[in-house]
């Protein structure tokens, strides 16, 4: 018997909806990821600028780095980054590292999408960086794109399957990001087989374990 056409049409509207309330939740969550990640560099950053100068150079590169984000904060985004680019020169290690995820952080908050995705290309590839963090700059990079237009989900899901395998610390913001591009590309099921996963594993951390209960729900259990 054929589905009566008002039937028919609710359900299009209602996985419309379903869709809108996804995308939603992925827009809110995706710029909070990259947030937390950014002051988690920050703490570290400052730990290792603090092992690598003594006081006075620390105090200076501090008083620079704050100056950069000054800049940034009175919407000077040029400015900006080519303050925290010099600092990723002119800096030992710990706020070389900051300032390069920082200028990413502060072109994507600005709009310029492109130009940041390719400085976290840069940080994935930079040997001098902690392979911690060069998957850090895959996780951040992959974010920025899939919030992209004409975005290509199998090559960043490829991408983020490298850091998805069990023994990677990043694996669980991988496998999350792997969801939502498998939602994106129209594979619910492949969404929803994921998201599950991470819920059930009791070794997920709180907050993706929680934004993937929100997303399941937004895609209908």
Partial sequence: ????????????????????????????????????????????????????????????????????????????????????????????????????????????????????????DRISADSSIDPLYRDLGVILGSIVRMNMDGMDAPALSSRLAQLAADDNPWRHSARELIAVLAEQSGDRAKAKELLAALIADRSVPNGIRNRAGEMLAALGE
């Fill in 1 to 120: 018997m054929a589905e009566p056409v008002e039937d028919g049409f609710l359900r299009e509207i209602d996985e419309e909806l379903r869709q809108e309330n996804f995308a939603k939740l992925w827009k809110k969550y995706g710029n909070f990821i990259i947030g937390g990640a950014i002051v988690m560099v920050a703490s570290v950053a400052g730990y290792k600028a603090w092992q690598d100068y003594d006081l006075k150079q620390r105090s200076q590169q501090g008083i620079e780095y704050a100056a950069a984000l000054q800049l940034s904060d009175d919407k000077k985004t040029a400015q900006a980054v080519d303050a925290l680019n010099a600092l990723q020169t002119t800096s030992g290690s710990g706020y070389a590292m900051l300032s390069q995820f920082q200028s990413a952080h502060v072109l994507s908050l600005e709009g310029n999408s492109s130009a940041a995705a390719d400085a976290y």
